[in-house]
């Protein structure tokens, strides 16, 4: 979690001001994660290099840096994180994308519904990746926080894996 907000906030610092593609975009991820690997030789810790391989700034939020972690343990395809889909109706950013298996997943924190209507445009925004033929798999933060295994089989179980 710590590593990818770590990565966001670099990312940030290659920009005047930051949009969402700046985190997605390869030069920029690969220069924040060469920023943490020096770091992490600075103070003799080359233990965190493979860690930092698999550092994600486009992770929006420290559910979805947890459940990334777990889906990697786990030995799950490794999903692309904030991937664009594009529709009729604008740009959506699904938290996880498996494309070829055709499944989105959603990592659900309490700020995701702070706004007045948040949860009609959610269901509304749900409903239409399922027309275009995707599946969406959701969890809670405090799922993920604890009871781990449980999200993990359902992603597997959705994958096709269990």
Known sequence: MLLDWAAR?????FVTQARRRDY?????????????????RTVRSRRLEPVIALVEPSRESAIE????GYFELAGLPRPLCQEPVR????????DFLWPEHRLIGEADGAGKYDERNAVVREREREELLRRLGYRVVRWLGKEIMAHPALVVERVARELGLS
């Open 87 to 94: 529709t009729s109706y604008g740009t959506l950013y699904p």
């Open 65 to 68: 840096s947890l459940s990334a």
């Open 9 to 13: 906030l670099a990312c940030e610092g």
């Open 24 to 40: 997605r975009n390869p030069q920029h991820v690969a220069a924040a994660r060469d920023l943490l690997t020096d770091a992490a």
